[in-house]
């Protein structure tokens, strides 16, 4: 089966990692990569943001004048686009499996794109984010407002006037040729609320490669990683940790009521400065790209705190717990349907740093503390219900039903 894959990137970010993992994992498959932006030579990738000859000669001849940078943004738009489309046409897939792509990215698309593409296969789109639902932001800024429930700020986003309503009527015309697939019932019950019955829903959560991310005894990982066998390890892991929504401001707030002395992983980039409380040591680990860099992390650390105020899944949390180590965070979006308190973690009610300096404090320490038995369960229900060959077999059903209506 040839499947056009349509991403941002190819390995970067988590929505990036979530799709490759699943397309590269399917010998049926015979996929090829459509991405904005290229992380280097893969034989199976190709770019279509190239700027062209038009874009070329306008920013050498009137770079910096008033009014250019809006005309190049206009016509990046516009040739992202069209080569976008005579990139897929000509290569002929059987399937298209759309991921994240949006008009603030270097892809610079539109909502209307999952229209296009329909003409030439059927498509489905992979929800990582809110942006299929809006058409101008990942997570509208009201999805990370503690004081706001999802229904509240869904409203609020309809009144803002700033959805994109024309392409949110061409996908409802797409019928069968477009299905979207939603990780999280969170946000597969959003799109049901924003598009009504069409496109169709199907919920897939995301997989995690087992034989990848497996349990290390601590104090292994921790000499692997150099870093000191004795104390408490507190984990914090995203693309980027300074994203207002990644909530780190509430994790600081949490660890200076924690008061106890803890060693604070920090994997991803960070480009602000945090002031951490005086028991907290700070050890940056920068981005780990190398996912058996990852595991280490996720195994030296005795729980991984994912303070996110809005988040469509959490594939950190299914990679801490195939590691064994419980998870805290708040009860949003999808992190709420993975951590199960008591059982793979903790939660707490969404900005409630107390709830979560609590949450910690119960996984450091009792009869919750990952060496007695809670990491057992962690591995024990990341096996039975997201390992990655599961995802797999379940896009695979999709296709295969996807062709058979076209």
């Known amino acids: 089966m040839k499947v056009a894959v349509i991403s941002d990137s190819r390995r970067s970010g988590g929505a990036a990692t979530a799709a490759s993992r699943v397309l590269d994992g399917v010998p049926a498959f015979q996929a ?18 190239d700027p062209g000859r038009l874009r070329r000669l306008i920013d050498l001849c009137f770079a910096g004048l008033p009014g250019t940078a ?22 002929k897939p059987d399937v298209i499996s759309l991921h994240s792509v949006n008009q603030w990215s270097g892809a610079k698309l539109s909502l209307s794109i999952a229209a296009d593409l329909c003409r030439i296969a059927p498509v489905a789109w992979t929800l990582h984010d809110l942006w299929p639902l809006t ?8 999805f990370s407002d503690p004081a706001l429930t999802d229904e509240e700020a869904l409203d609020r986003v309809r009144r803002s006037g700033l959805l994109d309503e024309a392409g949110q009527k061409r996908l409802q015309a797409c019928g069968g040729r477009l299905i979207f697939i939603a990780p999280s019932r969170w946000i597969g019950a959003l799109a049901q609320q924003v598009y009504g019955a069409q496109p169709e829903v199907v ?21 692997f990683l150099a870093l000191p066998k004795e104390g408490s390890y507190v984990l914090a892991a995203a693309s980027h940790l300074h994203a207002k929504r990644k909530g780190m401001k509430y994790l600081v707030e949490a660890l200076g009521l924690l008061r106890r002395p803890v060693m604070l992983l920090l994997a991803g980039n960070c480009r602000e400065r945090i002031e951490w409380p005086p028991m907290v040591t700070p050890i940056e680990l920068g981005v780990l790209s190398d996912e058996r860099l ?13 303070p996110s105020l809005a988040e ?7 990679e801490a717990m195939a590691c064994g180590t419980p998870v805290v965070g708040f009860q949003t979006g999808g992190i709420a349907e993975i951590v199960r308190p008591g059982e793979t973690g903790a939660l707490a009610g969404r900005g409630n740093a107390a709830g979560l300096a609590e949450a910690m404090g119960s996984m450091l320490s009792g009869s919750f503390k990952k060496d007695r038995g809670i990491g057992a369960q962690c591995r024990e229900i990341a096996s039975r219900e997201y390992d990655l060959c599961a995802q797999a077999k379940a896009y695979t059903t999709v296709y295969d039903r996807m062709l058979e209506a076209s």
């Open 32 to 49: 090829r990569w459509f991405v904005s932006r290229s992380s280097g030579a893969e034989g199976d990738t190709v770019s279509f943001t």
């Open 70 to 91: 809006a005309l190049d943004r206009g016509l990046a738009a516009y040739c992202n686009r069209e080569n976008l489309l005579r990139l897929i046409e000509a290569w």
């Open 135 to 142: 058409g101008y932001a990942d997570y509208p800024e009201e």
């Open 203 to 223: 919920h897939i959560p995301h997989g995690v490669d087992l034989n990848v991310f497996s349990p290390l005894p601590a104090g292994s990982a921790r000499e």
């Open 294 to 306: 990852l595991r280490l992390a996720y195994c030296a650390a005795d729980l991984v705190a994912v």
């Open 312 to 318: 469509m899944f959490g594939l950190v949390v299914i």
